[in-house]
Nanobody, 124 residues
Framework: QVQLKESGGGLVQAGGSLRLSCVAS????????MGWFRQAQGKEREFVAA????????YNADSVKGRFTISRDNAKNTVYLQMNSLKPEDTAVYYC?????????????????WGQGTQVTVSS
């Protein structure tokens, strides 16, 4: 059974930092690309960042480039999202997702498994 569990969310002031973690179980973690998405209240879920199976390639949405960094540790079955210089518009529920294959992908439909999400709130 594939499971993804996010942690690390919380309340932070604008300009602050948070590090999200997502621990995976139920499959061979290193065989899939991973991604982070977010969904603000009243809005659609949007892509944030993705990483290939071996961490060799990453991609960030324009809205977070230069501020967020995705990484993974295959030995720990964990993917991370380091978020710096946070803004109030980053407020959302953040979801970890496992791709359907090993490569870096960005579309929602390319992800087959999802975590339950962790709330990030950035105050101004």
């Amino acid at each position: 059974q594939v499971q993804l569990k996010e942690s690390g969310g919380g309340l932070v002031q604008a300009g602050g930092s948070l590090r999200l973690s997502c621990v995976a179980s139920g499959w061979t973690f290193s065989t899939r690309g991973m991604g982070w998405f977010r969904q603000a209240q009243g809005k659609e879920r949007e892509f944030v960042a993705a990483i290939a199976w071996n961490g060799g390639s990453t991609y960030n949405a324009d809205s977070v480039k230069g501020r967020f960094t995705i990484s993974r540790d295959n030995a720990k079955n964990t993917v991370y999202l380091q978020m710096n210089s946070l803004k109030p518009e980053d407020t959302a529920v953040y979801y970890c997702a496992a791709g359907k294959g090993p490569f870096l992908v960005r579309a929602l439909d390319d992800y087959g498994s999802w975590g339950q999400g962790t709330q990030v709130t950035v105050s101004s």
